[in-house]
């Protein structure tokens, strides 16, 4: 009997970032991380109705997998599911934004903690070659593999932090905000940004919990008058 197949090879590799020791994603993950960059990127526009078979055509995996991908992203406000019609892309709303960095503030300072004190070797050294990834991608001036890398910063520090509770309620807001930074086109603060990430993987990495504490108030802020310097623009 041959063994039933995987997942493809191609899905898991765009699927996003694994640690070692990490099971392959399941098709629904795939599903998830794809739409949920999509959504971020704005290649989903706010406001845009699809169908499900437009998901489907444009996640690659079958029909399960997506319909729970979308309740995850509806659950997370990233989507709103109309029965027997499709799906609404959320709008992006200005005050949301704010109340997501509030609370996001707040969660990152807790997991920033964590991962400084609970981080295995192997994954301080993937926080740091995360953040100097990050940085080599601003300086190219590369937005798309920033985020991704961002992204990938992110799923380490809380793989490190051993949180579970937290990182889960941190992760839509991390997005939410990814998504804010491309919808008011936040293309010059990428090295600036990107030095404040390197910063807070140096804290996290030197097992420094209040360091680690300190570069992710400094990174909160630093997002938080971006986005306000942007909003009062327009």
Do not use: C
Request: charged content about 25%; overall charge neutral.
């Amino acid at each position: 009997m041959s063994a039933s197949p995987g997942p493809d090879s191609r899905l898991i590799e765009e699927a996003g970032p694994m640690l070692v020791g990490q099971a392959a994603p399941s098709l629904s993950e795939v599903a998830y991380r794809r739409l949920e960059e999509a959504i971020v990127t704005l290649s989903l526009r706010p406001g845009a109705v699809l169908t499900e078979a437009q998901m489907i055509d444009l996640v690659g995996v079958g029909r399960t997998p997506v319909r729970e991908a979308l309740i995850r992203l509806a659950q997370q406000g990233m989507v709103e599911i109309l029965p027997r019609k499709g799906v609404v892309v959320a709008g992006i709303n200005a005050i949301d934004i704010m109340a997501a960095l509030d609370a996001r503030e707040v969660l990152e300072r807790l997991i920033a903690s964590d991962a400084a004190k609970r981080a295995s070797p192997r994954e301080r050294i993937a926080i740091i070659e995360a953040a100097k990834a990050m940085r080599a991608a601003a300086e190219i001036g590369d937005a798309g593999a920033y985020m991704r890398l961002d992204k990938e910063l992110d799923a380490v520090v809380a793989e490190a932090a051993r949180s579970p509770y937290a990182t889960r309620a941190v992760e839509p807001l991390q997005a939410l905000i990814r998504r804010a930074w491309y919808h008011f086109e936040r293309q010059d603060d990428l090295v600036p940004a990107a030095a404040h990430h390197v910063a807070f993987a140096q804290a996290v990495a030197k097992a420094d919990p209040t360091a680690a504490m300190g570069a992710s108030d400094a990174l909160m802020l630093h997002l938080r008058k971006g986005l306000l310097a942007t909003l009062s623009r327009d």
